[in-house]
């Protein structure tokens, strides 16, 4: 049978089309001055405008995304430029990374707990972590700092035996009024104004000499056998937020960044805190005043009433932990009052030294007196 010259056009033209469905290309499209590829393959055909058909386009899988660490994703929740990502590390360690700010005080951290082992702190570095280098030692005294808005804290640990050898009694200095005056102020409460200049000199003692400032949540640990603070460590403390406080200690205290507890009657006082250094706690809402007898409120008035004011005053100070006692007083029915505030802590005028098994409701000071010196403070604490 003799094949036409038009049938054999016919036959070659469906020939060509065949071979086009299954040899496979690739089709390079330009989108958005990017380049995407795209897999020409042997897959359903798909009619074009004159009726021939072309081969389907089947896409390139996308390449699944690296998943977001912890600390990324917290920093995904806040466009604060300061916000720093804090992770835990360290042996027995599982705890999610924090939010902190950077140039502000830490708060919260951790202090995480293990049987047979006792809690000796957060430090730069896992090498610090094992050698507990003291002055590597990070806690809620510390401006936070960090890279590329992250920054890993390692957890040290030692034995209760060790602990118990460090034997570490922990002093809380207790100032109240200051004075420009070198002679002193002239009147009753001469005792207590500090000279401005002898406080100064006694910060850059404990600035300079390297001290740990607990807070008061790692002495609450210490005092329960659960957290290590090493001998070298001082509690800064000031009674009433008098205003001589605020315009002569207060910036001392900022100017060597040393952490300062401020006791305020929030009945008299209800302005945020002088300085980022500055903590401001309760010396009660408006028992900074005698009852009947002459003895401060905390002593006259009934568990419930000492309960209701602390309450105001956390709400005013937006914290409770610690009270300082007006005056000094205290008993039983004060005791009972404090728990049922929820507060842990409470601050006394009595002398003496915090120690594993103190009575946390009685804490003990040192008083610091008008007069007394740099030597009289390294007398008081080493």
């Known amino acids: 049978m003799t094949t036409t010259r038009a049938q054999h056009r016919r036959r ?22 990017g380049v995407t590829a795209f897999a020409l393959t042997r897959g359903a055909s798909t009619p074009t405008a ?11 899988p996308t390449p699944t995304p690296t998943p977001k660490t912890a600390s990324e994703q917290l920093l995904a929740t806040t466009a604060d430029p300061k ?23 830490y708060t919260g951290l951790p202090l995480p707990q293990a049987d047979g082992r006792v809690f ?53 200095l207790m100032y109240h009024q200051f004075t420009t005056k070198p002679e002193g102020e002239d009147n009753w409460l001469r005792l207590n104004y500090a000279y401005i200049g002898d406080f100064d000199a006694q910060m850059a003692y404990i600035q300079e000499g390297g001290f740990y400032l607990p807070t008061w949540d790692e002495l609450s640990a210490f005092i329960d056998g659960k957290v290590f603070l090493p001998k070298h460590s001082v509690i800064i403390t000031d009674d009433d937020a008098d205003s001589t406080w605020l315009e002569l200690a207060a910036p001392v205290v900022d100017k060597r960044n040393l952490l300062t507890t401020s006791f305020v009657i929030t009945s ?34 009934d568990a ?8 105001q005053s956390a709400t005013i100070l937006g914290a409770k932990e610690v009270v300082a006692y007006p005056f000094g007083h205290y008993n039983d029915t004060t005791k009972e009052g404090v728990r049922k505030a929820g507060f842990e802590l ?3 005028i009595e002398h003496g030294y915090v120690r594993i098994g103190t009575d946390k409701l009685a804490l003990p000071v040192i008083r610091m007196n008008y007069g007394m010196t740099v030597d009289d403070l390294k007398d008081a604490i080493g």
């Not at 916000?83 to 005080?105: E, H, M, Y």
Request: proline letters at 4%.
């Open 12 to 33: 070659t033209t469906r020939r060509t089309r065949l071979r086009r469905t299954l040899v496979a290309t690739t089709a390079i499209v330009l989108i958005a001055g």
């Open 50 to 60: 004159d009726g021939t058909t072309a081969p389907a386009v089947e896409d390139t």
């Open 83 to 105: 916000a720093c990502a804090v992770s835990f590390a360290g042996d027995g360690i599982a705890l999610a990374p924090q939010l902190q700010t950077q140039d502000a005080l």
């Open 120 to 172: 000796a702190g957060w430090y730069e570095s896992a090498a610090d972590a094992a050698a507990m280098t003291l002055s590597a030692r990070v806690n809620g005294s510390d401006l936070v700092t960090c890279t590329a808005q992250e920054k890993t804290l390692h957890a040290g640990w030692t034995t209760p035996d060790a602990n118990a050898a460090e034997d570490a009694s922990i002093p809380i």
């Open 268 to 301: 008299a006082r209800t302005e945020p805190t002088p300085n980022r250094f500055v903590l401001q706690r309760s010396h009660t809402h408006d028992m900074h005043r005698a009852g009947e007898n002459g003895k401060g409120r905390m002593v006259n008035d």
């Open 304 to 311: 419930d009433t000492i309960a209701a004011d602390l309450e």
């Open 346 to 348: 409470g601050r006394t």
